[in-house]
Nanobody
Framework: QVQLVESGGGSVQSGGSLTLSCAASRYTYRYCMGWFRQAPGKEREGVAAIGSDGSTSYADSVRGRFTISKDNAKNTLTLQMNSLKPEDTAMYYC????????????????????WGQGTQVTVSS
């Protein structure tokens, strides 16, 4: 089992930037990991994922604005979010799928094994 703890959420104006971090309790090199978000009244959706092979996948709505990265030496996952929009407002969750998968595979919420508690991101216009 792996524990995931997010940090870095907050409030920012439209066009601003935030960096989310996730600390994992175990070896991230063994996991496909990703960031997901859920806004009130909406389903949880995949934002970005990075496979155990380093391959990345992004939702169309964030591609070009968000960047996901993983530091296996520190067991951390990061999401750099630039040019934020009000529609990016949501609870953001760090997540992991055990095993060797590509980013395209584990950007789907149903394929996730472990979830963090979430961190709130609010973007005002």
């Amino acid at each position: 089992q792996v524990q995931l703890v997010e940090s870095g959420g907050g409030s920012v104006q439209s066009g601003g930037s935030l960096t989310l971090s996730c600390a994992a309790s175990r070896y991230t090199y063994r996991y496909c990991m990703g960031w997901f978000r859920q806004a009130p009244g909406k389903e949880r959706e995949g934002v970005a994922a990075i496979g155990s092979d380093g391959s990345t996948s992004y939702a169309d709505s964030v591609r070009g604005r968000f960047t996901i990265s993983k530091d296996n030496a520190k067991n951390t996952l990061t999401l750099q979010m630039n040019s934020l929009k009000p529609e990016d407002t949501a609870m953001y969750y760090c997540a992991a799928r055990v095993g060797y998968y590509s980013g395209d595979y584990c950007i789907t919420p149903a394929r996730i094994d472990y979830w963090g508690q979430g961190t709130q991101v609010t973007v005002s216009s």
